[in-house]
């Protein structure tokens, strides 16, 4: 039975030789948004997805503390089997308000709604088109399901439209899915062109707007307000998890007849609902959101004093400046690892992203920027960088 | 359409890039174990395919695709499907 693992652990050990196994990681003690103790050592956070910097705002906290007094620690069932809440009916109503749409469905985590929604959108005669860069859940929801699953080049209009007609030309009803900002290059979706194609061979379109919502948009509803093209859109999914700084996940859709999907989910039917506190905050970073256009104007200027730092420094970065800012390193493994060893040394903690989960055959170290963090601290972060390219360690470059 | 002779052959020149083992370029040879493509080069190599042979190939098909012989059998399904 443990037999297939084996080649998984051997991967691990040799990840941990040396030193810390790096999926492994302790945050022994939080002190902020930004910062934790790690191995003993005060580290600053570089890989949260914080973005907004809200997980210790005070409205949040008091509004968490104050569900979990009235309404419990969890709702041990699912909504269907035990009851909604009332706040899940209101959070609900209130997203389907900020998007200015009819309806809104909540999920327990962002991977679920993608797991959901995709599992029943498009049925056996359909197609899902997909960029191949898309994130984890979205494969996972299109495989749960029984559609035509077919890959576009990432950010590729040109080869989304072959696909497209290859699938008009047999009549075959087709879901567009595609992402805000993406996870790993910090890159965003040619939106526009993409809603063209849409628009020209009768598609659907859902955009995944996780690292984009609170990021991108004057009001922070993401790429599709940023692009002027939410009225094209028809599926946005987002989670709680990142800007909104708690955990669960949601979909709202122009669509009232999302709401005749909801019973179709087995995600959904068969998982118990999001928790009291965790709903209740995110009530309240929602209004944080909506109203954070300083929020928003300081992780910018966050983002950009961290890419400008790393890029002086001669690293290959991700393609744009991006709350999202990738190292790219073409290194061995180990030489990453160590190197993302150096920097926890240094008090800086990012995420070590190795194929396959990056995406092509080079190793990340993927920083993302907060709000929160102080311009002091996105100096350190640059000179833990630059502590390791004087020594050698990488050989930074330029272009 | 491509005979499967044919659609072998513009398969080989596609995988060239993708191995060091030119010699391994056979029918019968397993993409995985025989070429040692990770499942990264694999989602690569689709998309390769797929632009030459102007087809879309699903990835619901690929439990069905071991060899490279299975890749031409299967696109030749596509262009007849198409």
């Not at chain 1, 709702?75 to 706040?87: D, E, K, L, V």
């Not at chain 1, 669960?248 to 909801?262: H, Q, T």
Request: one cysteine or more; proline letters at 4%; charged letters at 20%.
């Amino acid at each position: 039975m443990f037999a297939k693992f084996e080649t998984l652990a051997n991967m691990r050990a040799a990840m941990a030789e040396n030193g810390l196994d790096p999926v492994s990681v302790v945050i022994e003690r939080m002190h902020s948004a930004t910062m934790a103790d790690i191995n003993g050592r005060r580290t600053i956070l570089a890989g949260t997805n914080n973005y907004l910097g809200l997980t210790f705002h005070p409205q949040c906290l008091q509004a968490a503390q104050q569900a979990l007094m009235t309404e419990g620690s969890g709702t041990t069932g699912s909504r269907m089997a035990n009851g909604n809440y009332a706040a899940h009916m209101a959070l609900e109503q209130e997203l389907a308000d900020f998007y200015g749409v009819s309806s809104a469905i909540v999920f327990s985590t962002g991977y679920q709604a993608n797991l959901a929604l995709l599992s029943v959108l498009a049925g056996a005669e359909d197609a899902v088109l997909l960029d191949a860069d898309c994130h984890a859940s979205i494969y996972d929801g299109c495989k749960l399901g029984n559609a035509e699953i077919v890959r576009f080049r990432h950010n590729d209009p040109a080869s989304l439209e072959k696909r497209l007609q290859r699938l008009a030309e047999r009549g075959v009803k087709t879901l567009i899915v595609t992402e805000g900002i993406y996870s790993m290059l910090g890159d965003r979706s040619p939106l526009k062109e993409i809603v063209e194609l849409k628009k020209k061979y009768g598609a659907y379109l859902m955009i995944d707007e996780a690292h984009s919502m609170g990021v991108l948009g004057e009001n922070g509803r993401g790429l599709a307000e940023e692009a002027g093209v939410e009225d094209d859109v028809d599926f946005i999914v987002g989670t709680f998890s990142k800007s909104l700084g708690s955990i669960g996940g949601f979909c709202v859709s122009r669509w009232p007849e999302l709401e005749n999907v909801r019973a179709a989910m087995r995600p959904y039917i068969f998982t118990a609902s999001p928790s009291p506190s965790a709903i209740a905050t995110t009530r309240a970073t929602l209004k944080l959101l909506r109203d954070g256009a300083e929020l928003r104007e300081q992780l910018w200027k966050n983002a950009h004093q961290l890419y400008q730092g790393l890029e002086d420094l001669g690293y290959n970065l991700g393609p744009v400046v991006s709350p999202v800012i990738p190292v790219i390193l073409q290194e061995s493994r180990q030489v990453v690892i160590e190197f993302w060893r150096k920097l926890l040394d240094r008090g800086v903690y990012v995420n070590l992203v190795l194929p396959p989960a990056s995406p092509g055959d080079y190793c990340l170290l993927r920083c993302s920027i907060s709000a929160a963090h102080s311009s002091a601290q996105i100096a350190d972060m640059v000179n833990a960088f630059a502590s390791l390219s004087n020594q050698g360690f990488v050989q930074a470059r330029t272009g | 359409m491509a005979s499967y002779e044919e659609s072998l052959t513009q398969l080989y020149g596609i995988l060239e890039p993708y191995t060091n083992d030119l010699d391994a370029l056979e029918a019968n040879t397993d993409l995985v174990e025989g070429l040692g493509l990770s499942s990264l080069k694999i989602m690569s190599l689709l998309l390769d395919i797929e632009d030459s042979f102007d087809v879309s190939i699903p990835l619901n098909k690929l439990p069905d695709i071991r060899t490279i012989g299975d890749m031409a059998r299967q696109i030749q399904a596509l262009q007849d499907n198409s």
